[in-house]
């Protein structure tokens, strides 16, 4: 699951006269499939540069990512931070009117997280919660949509595909239209990939982009999956006061982050009460009369209200005419990419989720830009992926950047670490926050920031300095020498490079 931004509102607008810029001396005429942040962000610039521009897109512009995936999902796990938030109410001192209620209302030997998770639920209204999710992605669609519209760009809904490999056939409701093009850029995405033993209804057996559709809070919500979406919902449910089982075939909840990150998230949850089996592969999922009853591979059946199945995502990328045009996929249907985006076919660019690069709406921007930029002969660097940014929006948020420890270790890289408890932080005491941690990792003899790991609320916005050290090169020194607030959170960030500064000859 894609997570991250709407990159097009942050995109500053051209500095030319109002109305359409001068038309590019080429004539090029370029066609984007597909209005997610890939194609969106592509459509911009190749505008800028003066192109024709035709956007299609079948479901809504901002694409999966703005109406089924990052801004609904992270709308949703906005509300349960909420939640999450106002728990520690007590320990500053702080009592809920709902959860005072919870504990005087409910007999004697109810377990404190059944309390807790009851007053939850009574204070959600799953149906208004969804409506504004739903509404907030819509508004977030139709901004996009204006701004292409502002800048010049047409903007066609239909299903797009190829005709060879300059032209664009738009299926459309009124008929079917033709677009010829100079560039084109495939940016299509990804759909929930889905179990033949566990095949979805909307109703009970669900994927992540079905979920808006609930009008009550599931009573017990069974998430398959422990990758980055699975986490994410089910910790998101968790909160809002669903039960919840999470269901992983690892040895651990989110197997390919740190470690580290991973294991203190997994602690955090079944400390708050939610159910985690590790080395549990679901083989099937079917309704019962009341709910839904989940049949693992060793023979147990887990039994609940509802089924989220987060098993990852299938590039959207059949019955596109990719193959006859040309377009070289990989095995898994991806289609391959070099690192300005250009496919196997001149004038073909690709960017998202279809190429199989990180699935992050800000790759998929940068591709999409990227791509534009080479294709109309503006100035462009090569995607560089240690330089990208991913934040997980569990509680705490695990946000990572540059080289991880396991990729070091895999490539036999020297290098020193530090990893210093957010507990320390005199702004996380003041604030009640108490799991969570700051990782460095550096050259030992350059001393040079090659990565780092933040677990904390909102990391994705602390591990941002981490960021311009990798992207710039830093050394520990630059970052323990600049000046932090104090007290903030951004202090330990500083401190870790510090420690560090003793490890480096």
């Known amino acids: 699951?894609?997570?991250?931004?709407?990159?097009?509102?942050?995109?500053?607008a051209p500095v030319a006269a109002p109305g359409a810029p001068a038309a590019h001396p080429r004539g090029q005429r370029v066609v984007v499939v597909g209005g997610g942040p890939g194609g969106y962000e592509a459509a911009l610039v190749a505008r800028r540069l003066?192109?024709?521009?035709?956007?299609?897109?079948r479901h809504g512009v901002g694409g999966a990512a703005v109406l089924t995936d990052v801004v609904p999902s992270k709308t949703l796990i906005a509300t349960a931070e909420w939640l999450t938030t106002a728990e520690q109410g007590p320990e500053l001192g702080i009592r809920s009117e709902a959860l005072v209620s919870s504990e005087t209302g409910l007999e004697p030997g109810v377990d404190p997280a059944a309390r807790s998770s009851r007053a939850r639920r009574d204070l959600v209204d799953l149906k208004a919660v969804n409506a504004r999710v739903l509404a907030l992605a819509e508004a977030q669609s139709a901004d996009i949509r204006a701004r292409l519209e502002r800048e010049g760009v047409e903007v066609l809904t239909g299903r797009g595909r190829l005709d060879g490999?300059?032209?664009?056939?738009v299926e459309q409701e009124s008929g079917t239209v033709t677009r010829d093009a100079d560039t084109i850029l495939l940016a299509t995405g990804a759909t929930p990939r889905t179990l033949p033993t566990a095949v979805p209804d909307g109703e009970r057996i669900l994927t992540w982009t079905q979920l808006y559709r609930l009008t009550e809070l599931p009573e017990k919500l069974i998430v398959v999956g422990s990758g980055v979406t699975g986490a994410e919902f089910a910790g998101a449910y968790h909160a809002l006061g669903s039960d919840v089982v999470l269901v992983s075939s690892r040895d651990r909840v989110l197997p390919g982050e740190d470690m580290d990150a991973a294991e203190l998230l997994e602690g955090v949850f079944r400390s708050r009460g939610m159910t985690v089996m590790s080395r549990s592969r679901a083989a099937s999922a079917e309704r019962t009369a009341d709910g839904v009853a989940v049949t693992l591979s060793d023979g147990?059946?887990?039994?609940?209200?509802?089924?989220?199945?987060?098993?990852?995502?299938?590039?959207?990328?059949a019955g596109l005419g990719l193959e006859e045009a040309g377009v070289r996929l990989t095995e898994a249907g991806h289609v391959a990419v070099d690192k300005v985006s250009r496919t196997s076919v001149r004038g073909i660019y690709a960017a998202g989720d279809c190429t199989g690069m990180l699935p992050l709406a800000s790759v998929a921007a940068m591709q999409g830009r990227i791509a534009m930029s080479h294709?109309?002969?503006?100035?462009?660097?090569?995607?560089?992926?240690k330089q990208v940014a991913a934040n997980i929006f569990t509680a705490p948020e695990i946000a990572t950047v540059g080289y991880s420890e396991a990729r070091l270790r895999e490539q036999g890289s020297r290098y020193v670490t530090t990893m210093l408890p957010l507990a320390r932080n005199p702004r996380a005491k003041m604030l009640g926050m108490r799991d969570g941690f700051v990782k460095l990792f550096a050259h030992p003899e350059a001393g040079v920031v090659l990565g780092g790991v933040v677990v904390a609320p909102r990391a994705s916005e602390l591990v941002f300095p981490i960021t311009l050290a990798v992207a710039h090169r830093l050394t520990v020194d630059d970052v323990a020498d600049a000046f932090t607030v104090y007290p903030s959170l951004s202090g330990s960030v500083a401190e870790a490079a510090r420690v560090l500064h003793g490890q480096v000859r």
């Open 300 to 317: 147990r059946v887990v039994t609940g209200s509802h089924v989220l199945i987060a098993v990852g995502g299938i590039p959207s990328t």
């Open 165 to 169: 490999p300059s032209r664009v056939v």
């Open 1 to 12: 699951m894609p997570t991250v931004n709407t990159p097009a509102e942050d995109t500053p």
């Open 50 to 57: 003066g192109a024709h521009v035709t956007v299609v897109e």
């Open 375 to 385: 294709a109309l002969g503006d100035a462009v660097a090569p995607l560089r992926l």
